[in-house]
């Protein structure tokens, strides 16, 4: 079972590849391969409820991290006038609206139904609940060709957190090793 503390990397082409999740995820892979080699018999069940709790101090500490727009800011859903070319800027249609600190709000511990693994990320389409925060990439990674600087708040809480994660990792797999010695 591989646990995934990385978002997803980023689908758009003229972003830069996801070289800090890459990097994220070997040092992930790495310690779960640790934990593979003590416990081969813990269900993908048991492997989740002993990273939970790191994922989720990991979580917290990336939402407290997340920039906070100073205002609402608002999508739209725009129409083409003719062929390529795009309409004025705010003349569509708004199919969405995001309150200051929605980023933060979306940020949680993600599982998905057909994957053993736990993500950590933004939960993207959830207008329901307003934490829809679909441009995390955008905000970490920037929007180069629109002038729109990168704010790294995921690799750099990642980098500050990831030694406390490990260290709550390996006190509950310890926890659940004396368990089944009983």
Not at 27 to 45: G, M, S, T
Not at 135 to 163: C, H, L, M
Request: charged content about 25%; some cysteine; aromatic content about 8%.
């Amino acid at each position: 079972m591989a646990a995934r503390f990385a978002p997803p990397p980023p689908a758009c082409a003229h972003y830069p590849k996801a070289t800090m999740a890459n990097s994220v995820q070997s040092e992930v892979d790495a310690i779960v391969q640790k934990l593979k080699a003590l416990a081969k018999d813990f269900r993908p069940a048991e492997m989740r409820r002993i990273m939970r709790p790191a994922a989720k101090m990991v979580a917290r500490e990336i939402a407290a991290a997340a920039p906070t727009a100073t205002r609402t800011v608002y999508r739209y859903d725009t129409p083409k006038l003719n062929g390529n070319m795009r309409a004025p800027k705010r003349s569509g249609r708004i199919v969405a609206q995001y309150e200051p600190g929605n980023l933060g709000k979306s940020i949680g511990v993600l599982t998905f139904r057909r994957s053993t693994s736990l993500w950590i990320g933004p939960r993207a389409g959830r207008k329901s609940r307003g934490d829809d925060g679909w441009y995390a990439k955008f905000v970490e990674f920037g929007v180069p060709s629109r002038g729109i600087p990168a704010q790294p708040f995921i690799r750099n809480t990642w980098d500050r957190v990831k030694s406390t994660a490990f260290k709550m990792v390996e006190s509950e797999v310890e926890k659940t090793i004396k368990k089944y010695q009983r």
